[in-house]
């Protein structure tokens, strides 16, 4: 009985924090980034990608923890290496910001599935 309560706060955690990441997230993205969809290219198409998966990875992790999470783990990284790649590795803050909203709900919901297991 106490195992499962402790996943659901897990869980709970993970869900609150995510939605706190996503508007975080979406704040940022369409102040700063919005202007850039009109000049979509080569490069900066996989970046609008790879939002749309790790978005599709936050409905997916309501559901199935593991799976959503490892989305988010993954697919947050990978933002995040292509964000710094694409400053020309000289923004490091702009790796974080489109890591950690990502990685840090996916390390919960990731908690949650294996606290329930």
């Not at 706060?9 to 704040?27: C, D, E, N, P």
């Not at 919901?109 to 329930?116: Q, T």
Request: no cysteine; aromatic share 20%.
């Amino acid at each position: 009985m106490a195992t499962q309560t402790v996943s659901k706060g897990w869980k709970l955690t993970a869900r609150i924090l995510s939605v706190i990441m996503i508007i975080g997230f979406l704040y940022y993205f369409v102040t700063n980034e919005f202007t850039r969809l009109e000049n979509m290219s080569i490069e900066t198409g996989p970046i609008y990608f790879m939002i749309f998966s790790v978005f599709i990875g936050f409905i997916v992790s309501w559901f199935f923890e593991m799976i959503g999470g490892l989305v988010l783990v993954v697919g947050g990284f990978a933002l995040g290496v292509y964000a710094f790649l694409s400053t020309g590795g000289d923004d490091a803050m702009t790796a974080v910001i489109y890591t950690v909203p990502f990685v840090v709900p996916g390390f919960l919901f990731l908690v949650s599935w294996f606290r329930r297991s």
